[in-house]
């Protein structure tokens, strides 16, 4: 179900399937193919010439050979001639077209390098997007983890010039939680007025065995006893509130379904941060909904690290598409929601 951009080298990614960004000989090349071919070793070049070559925007599959992976498969996306030559159709059917075959295979976990970035010479940007809607599309109604490898860290370490308005808003919140940490500092004193000491706090270290303690020991068991509402409580609560099937909000919250029948089994499953945002992100919550969420797996958004202002941008701008976050977090170098 999950999506993820990672940034690696294509041929190190221990998946079902690796694809490779081949020309129509499919005889091997430069970039991603010449990669993959010395990596796979010779025998996948002597298995390609019995393929009689493949069309733009088509898919054939090998063995992996020498590499981690049980198949490649091999597709042929289109050179970048200006975007008025069916480029985008070709592209899509790249990704549509590998997904299908890898499908037929049995594959479960797959892994894409952006197709035509390289020589072929696709603008990145909307090399990405396609890639980013034809594999989506695909999730709507497949079950499989699909990664998209970025191998170069230019391609995607431009956040600050792909996503001007988040770095400018991260910028602000870097810089007002800086105000307000040096206004304390500065204010140290009067802090200390408002929360003073007490002047003659002692422990009480005489008693043994008190009634106080006894006390003290049977409101903790009460407590203990009667737990709030716990992470996955709520969270199945608000499925049922917003009306949503669990389908609809595990693959809305690129979460594996294998996980999501954990968290449903468990009612004091502790999820990892980017698990419990990104069920908030897939119920569309409020942002103090979502602190709420949060704070029940014991978590919070804060302004001290740019996941939690990315995360924060988008649900107060009520943009809920994790692709879309994902994407964003991705280019400030922070972990993406979900989990596969
Ligand atoms: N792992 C992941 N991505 C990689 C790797 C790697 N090891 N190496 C390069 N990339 P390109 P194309 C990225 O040129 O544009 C070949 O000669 C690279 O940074 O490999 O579809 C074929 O034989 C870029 O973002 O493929 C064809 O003739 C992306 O992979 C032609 O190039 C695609 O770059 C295909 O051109």
């Known amino acids: 179900m999950p999506f993820f951009i990672v940034r690696n080298d294509i041929t190190k990614m221990k998946v079902d399937a690796i694809v490779n960004a081949a020309n129509e000989t499919l005889l091997g090349g430069g970039g ?3 990669a993959i071919h010395r990596a796979a070793g010779p025998a996948l ?14 898919a054939k599959i090998t063995g992996a050979y020498n590499l981690p992976s049980r198949y490649i498969i091999h597709t042929v996306g289109p050179r970048w001639f200006g975007g008025r030559y069916g480029e985008r159709e070709k592209l899509f059917s790249c990704y549509r077209e590998s ?6 295979y049995g594959v479960s976990t797959i892994a894409f390098p952006l197709i035509s970035a390289g020589s072929f010479g696709y603008p990145r940007d909307q090399a990405m997007q396609i890639a980013s809607d034809a594999i989506t599309t695909f999730l709507q109604g497949n079950e499989m983890t699909v990664y998209l490898v970025i191998f170069d860290r230019v391609s995607f370490q431009i956040g600050r010039s792909r996503f001007p308005q988040i770095a400018a808003y991260i910028d602000d919140c870097y810089a007002q939680s800086h105000e307000d940490k040096s206004r304390r500092d500065n204010e ?3 802090l200390s007025t408002c929360f003073p000491e007490p002047a003659s706090y002692q422990p009480d270290i005489s008693a043994t065995c008190p009634e106080p303690c006894q006390n003290a020991r049977n409101h ?5 006893s009667h737990l709030d509402e716990s992470f996955s409580e709520m969270l199945l609560r608000k499925i049922d509130e917003k009306g949503m099937t669990d389908a609809d909000c595990y693959k809305k919250a690129n979460i594996d379904r294998k996980l999501f029948s954990k968290i449903r089994k468990d009612r004091l499953y502790k999820p990892s941060k980017p698990t419990a945002v990104a069920f908030a992100i897939a119920l569309e919550l409020s942002l103090e909904e979502t602190k709420e969420l949060l704070m029940k797996a014991g978590f919070a958004l804060s302004h001290s690290n740019a996941f939690d202002i990315i995360v924060e941008y988008y649900i107060i701008h009520h943009q809920y ?10 280019s400030f170098d922070q972990n993406l929601l979900g989990t596969a």
Not at 220 to 224: G, I, K, Q
């Open 321 to 330: 598409n994790i692709y879309e976050i994902n994407e964003t977090l991705f």
């Open 45 to 58: 070049l002597k298995e390609c010439r019995s393929l009689g070559g493949c069309e733009t925007g088509k």
């Open 99 to 104: 997904l299908f075959l890898a499908k037929r």
């Open 188 to 190: 140290g004193c009067l």
């Open 32 to 34: 991603v193919d010449g």
């Open 220 to 224: 903790l068991v009460h407590a203990l």
